[in-house]
């Protein structure tokens, strides 16, 4: 008895140690830091940015890469991903980061966002909205709205 009680505490101590709940919140929590190279590196996981952008902006779906950006002295948390209602045609975010603190950025409330139409694929947001694959075309369009959400999610590692 003493056998199988020890082997199921080992079980679920490893199933508990495989995941961690993460939760953001973008009004409190820092986005970046700035490491001793000079780059910014995210402090969240990159599943719990996405999710936080995706449940601020319904129209993003599929978002395959976040990253920090730098465009001259600005900041930015970039994301790309696919159009909700057409998941051929990208949907590129850059949200402005905000130093708060010396070396630490927090999301900002300017969202600048890059959708491709007709035949254009994907699209740059930087160094200005153009279509980089196909022969459409890509829209630009500049907001002050809060682009992310707190959120609360588990990651399985």
């Known amino acids: ?3 199988i009680f020890c082997f199921l505490l080992l079980h679920f101590l490893k199933q508990a140690d495989a995941q ?6 973008p009004d ?3 986005v970046a830091e700035r490491a001793l190279s000079g780059a910014l590196e995210l402090t969240k996981p ?6 936080s952008i995706q449940e601020a902006i319904p129209q993003i779906t ?4 976040i990253i920090t950006l730098s465009i001259g002295k600005l900041h930015f948390l970039f994301a790309r991903g696919k159009q909700i209602d057409q ?3 990208s949907f590129n975010l850059g949200i402005l980061l905000t130093e708060v603190l010396p070396g630490k950025f927090h999301a900002d409330q300017l969202v600048i966002s890059c959708k491709s139409s007709g035949n254009c694929n994907e699209c740059t ?5 153009a279509c980089t694959r196909g022969s459409g075309s890509c829209t630009q369009n500049y907001t002050f709205s809060g682009a992310m959400k707190k959120v609360t999610v588990t990651l399985f590692d």
């Open 1 to 3: 008895m003493r056998f």
């Open 20 to 25: 961690r709940v993460v939760t953001f919140d």
């Open 28 to 30: 409190k929590d820092v």
């Open 46 to 51: 990159v599943r719990a940015l996405a999710f």
């Open 62 to 65: 599929d978002i395959d890469t």
């Open 87 to 89: 998941r051929e045609q």
């Open 125 to 129: 947001l930087t160094p200005a909205c």
